[in-house]
């Protein structure tokens, strides 16, 4: 293929196309390692749902990029497929760090050693719960429905806003409604993880929490902030459309699209070191009784 016959266009799609095949190699690299060592369902499966997120925020976006003078409602139905896989992201971390603790909510199992921790709560919490509390089944199983509410109001909320757009009666009114609730809904979820991450932190420490989590909450912030700064530009005028058949609104799509396919080559590459399988290959145990020897 002669590169210098394609337009500025092709050239960007075949970039974007091949940063999807990139994340798509790493995440299937990893992902067949975790099969093939398949030593832990429980927590191997949530790790398999987390690892997806990669590609298919990668997929979905290289979709938007592909028809990119789509109506609202399809873009809102792309990024709708997106945030409800961040939700069910989010619910499948917090059960892979139950696991790693040995805490089944169902099983109404809690170790020993972790009940009667302090949870130090801060506003605006302190409003709907006391400052201290101590960790028990009840508060575990409050942490759980904090992270899974919004499983739940993410798709909800998803479905109304794209048949409202379809029957074209979606207001500025409505749209700040949705985004509101769904901003709290998330920083209840996010906090709920904050929280545990603070009361276990010590106990998590083997299993590289920080690093796992990281890995979700980059490319939510980094598809939500270059979000915002886009839409800044566009208001500065620095973002323009030259074309009358294609609006400024499809370009900012199309530029948002194509850094969320590049970004995701990144993060695939990032979770090979976050969610790594030597902790169910031996390789972990092997190192661990090499170390010893040598002291």
Not at 12 to 21: D, E, I
Not at 22 to 33: A, C, E, K, P, W
Request: glycine residues 4%; charged residues 15%.
């Amino acid at each position: 293929m002669d590169l210098t016959t394609l337009n500025r266009g092709q050239l960007t799609l075949l970039g974007s196309a091949a940063s999807v095949m990139l994340t798509m190699h790493f995440t299937v690299q990893l992902l067949s390692q975790h099969l093939f060592y398949w030593k832990n369902p429980k927590e191997q499966k949530a790790i398999i749902v987390i690892i997806l997120m990669a590609p298919i925020y990668a997929i979905v976006s290289f979709v938007g990029l592909v028809d990119f003078r789509g109506s609202k409602p399809f873009f809102m139905y792309l990024d709708s497929v997106k945030e409800c896989y961040e939700a069910l992201v989010i619910a499948k971390f917090l059960a892979l760090m139950y696991s790693y603790l040995k805490i089944s909510i169902s099983k109404n199992i809690v170790p020993d050693e972790i009940k009667g921790r302090e949870i130090h709560h801060s506003f605006p919490m302190t409003l709907f719960q006391p400052h201290t509390v101590r960790l028990n089944h009840q508060n575990l199983k409050l942490l759980k429905y904090w992270t899974w509410q919004f499983v739940v109001i993410r798709p909800i909320c998803s479905v109304l806003m794209i048949t409202l757009q379809i029957l074209g009666t979606y207001p500025s009114w409505v749209s700040w409604t949705f985004t509101i609730i769904l901003n709290v809904s998330v920083s209840l979820a996010l906090y709920s993880l904050v929280i545990f991450y603070h009361v276990f932190a010590k106990e998590l420490e083997p299993h590289k929490p920080l690093a796992k989590f990281l890995c979700i909450k980059g490319i939510v912030f980094f598809c939500f902030w270059q979000g915002i700064v886009l839409d800044a530009l566009v208001a500065l005028g620095i973002i323009k459309s030259h074309h009358f058949w294609l609006d400024v609104e499809h370009i900012e799509e199309a530029i948002q699209n194509v850094l969320v396919c590049a970004e995701m080559v990144v993060f695939s590459v990032l979770q090979q070191y976050a969610y790594n399988v030597a902790p169910y290959s031996g390789e972990a145990d092997m190192k661990m009784k090499s170390s010893k020897k040598n002291e």
